[in-house]
């Protein structure tokens, strides 16, 4: 692609840098702002930078926040002896969207995945474990999508709290193997959530 600016070029080089955005698609968005009022894309990259600098991630939970402890974790409602073990936030909105739980969640920040070089030691588990450890937790529901690194990362979890006093369940699935969290509608995801099934159950089949 030949560029007659090199400030457009450059721009459309940092936009391509996103996922799915080709430098086709990088040229139209940049172009799109070159028309916007100043004051647009002067809101647009403030808004980034603050979000980049300032969101945190929950003391607790790992969830992102704009303050030390999550407005879940901080919920004095929330039954903080039930845990939901989740990838990511996206999964914690998707479930929230549903209404059906009450608990609290812990955000592993992904899944075990030696392919993508990713291994237990990257993830928030240790600080999961040290929670049942604690003996603050009464249940831990696995709530990972059903593909081959989410029962991986439950198992792996599963083998460091089973000789604690904690039940495990993973949610009933009306989704398919396969089939990522937050794409599940809500109604399925809700009923999947209140019909959980012990862990080892899952294990069997
Ligand atoms: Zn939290």
Do not use: W
Request: negative net charge; contains cysteine; hydrophobic residues 35%.
């Amino acid at each position: 692609m030949e560029f007659s600016s090199k400030l457009l070029e450059r721009a459309v080089n940092e936009m391509s840098q996103l996922p799915g955005i080709g430098k086709r698609t990088a040229l139209r968005l940049v172009l799109h702002m070159l028309k916007q009022p100043k004051t647009q894309i002067q809101a647009l990259s403030e808004a980034l930078q603050s979000m980049r600098n300032d969101i945190k991630f929950c003391k607790s939970c790992n969830n992102i926040s704009d303050v030390d402890v999550c407005e879940i974790c901080a919920n004095p409602h929330r039954n903080e002896k039930i845990i939901c073990v989740v990838e990511d936030i996206r999964d914690v909105m998707a479930i929230e969207n549903t209404s059906s739980f009450k608990g609290l969640y812990h955000v592993l920040g992904g899944k075990i995945s030696p392919m993508d070089g990713v291994g237990p030691h990257d993830l928030n588990i240790e600080s999961l474990v040290h929670k049942v450890k604690e003996g603050q937790v009464e249940e831990l529901i696995f709530a990972l999508s059903s593909t081959m690194e989410g029962d991986t990362t439950n198992f792996y979890i599963y083998k460091q709290i089973q000789a604690y006093n904690v039940q495990t369940s993973t949610i009933a699935r009306g989704i398919s193997v396969g089939d990522e969290l937050e794409y599940a509608d809500e109604v399925t995801l809700g009923r999947s959530i209140v019909n959980r099934i012990p862990f080892e159950t899952s294990l069997k089949s």
